[in-house]
């Protein structure tokens, strides 16, 4: 079956430490996007990228870093940077041509 | 910059009422608007979309018409079912490849 996949769907670290998100698709899509989801709180954008070896920052990218190395994948380091990093995450995709985002299950980070 | 703003939940509803869902939107040009829904747990679906004006998204019984003079996409539903319970995002997207913005949500409960 197509579709994105987020693991771990949970993740429990200590302050201090980086951790990485992973997100993977099959969809064949150009572009991939991590956000960020609080409580209440709709989503905000961290990062982006279009096309492989290239993205760009999103209106919340600091103390995020990612890599896209492959279409398929499109990692996310939580570095210890990142004030509030506890969140639920979420890895979306689409063609470059459409509208329409796709989103994978999500992974909660709960660091404490 | 561009921004949605949706009615404040949670919205609590008894099975086969009728719906709203107020959104309105803020942004320069003409955005393709969205509802995605997010079922407990899960990641984002897409619900419907509308990408000019006075078109009609439609789906699973769900209605938003994009009303670019009242800058709206209201989401209704006739009669909701208990499985409707989710959190419900309306989100617009400027051209494509882009990045979503998203509303705040609104959480519907409906019970039985």
């Known amino acids: 079956d197509g579709g994105i996949t987020q693991s771990p769907k949970y993740l429990f670290r200590k302050e201090g430490q980086n951790v990485t998100l992973s997100c993977e698709q099959n969809?064949?899509?150009?572009?991939m996007y991590w956000y960020r989801q609080d409580p209440g709180q709709g989503l905000r954008l961290i990062y982006y990228?279009?096309?492989?070896?290239?993205?760009q920052k999103g209106d919340i990218a600091e103390g995020y870093s990612v890599s896209r190395e492959k279409k398929e994948s499109f990692p996310l380091t939580v570095t210890s940077a990142q004030k509030n990093p506890t969140a639920f995450y979420l890895c979306?995709?689409?063609?470059?041509?459409?509208?329409?985002?796709?989103f994978g299950p999500g992974t909660r980070l709960t660091v404490t | 910059g561009d921004s949605v703003t949706q009615m404040e939940g949670p919205v609590t509803l008894s099975e086969e009422a009728f719906l709203t869902i107020n959104c309105t939107y803020t942004?320069?040009?003409?955005?393709?608007l969205f509802w995605y829904v997010q079922y407990p747990g899960e990641g984002l679906q897409l619900l419907l979309k509308?990408?000019?004006?006075?078109d009609k998204g439609s789906n699973k019984g769900f209605e938003a018409t994009y009303r670019k003079e009242t800058t709206s996409f209201h989401l209704e539903k006739g009669s909701v079912q208990v499985s409707d319970s989710a959190v419900y995002f309306c989100?617009?997207?400027?051209?494509?490849?882009?990045?979503?913005?998203f509303g705040g949500g609104t959480r519907v409960l409906v019970k039985p």
């Open positions: 979306a995709s689409g063609t470059g041509s459409s509208y329409e985002q796709y």
């Open positions: 969809l064949n899509h150009d572009a």
């Open positions: 990228s279009q096309i492989v070896n290239d993205f």
């Open positions: 942004a320069t040009g003409y955005p393709s």
């Open positions: 509308a990408t000019k004006a006075d």
């Open positions: 989100a617009l997207i400027k051209a494509a490849g882009n990045k979503l913005t």
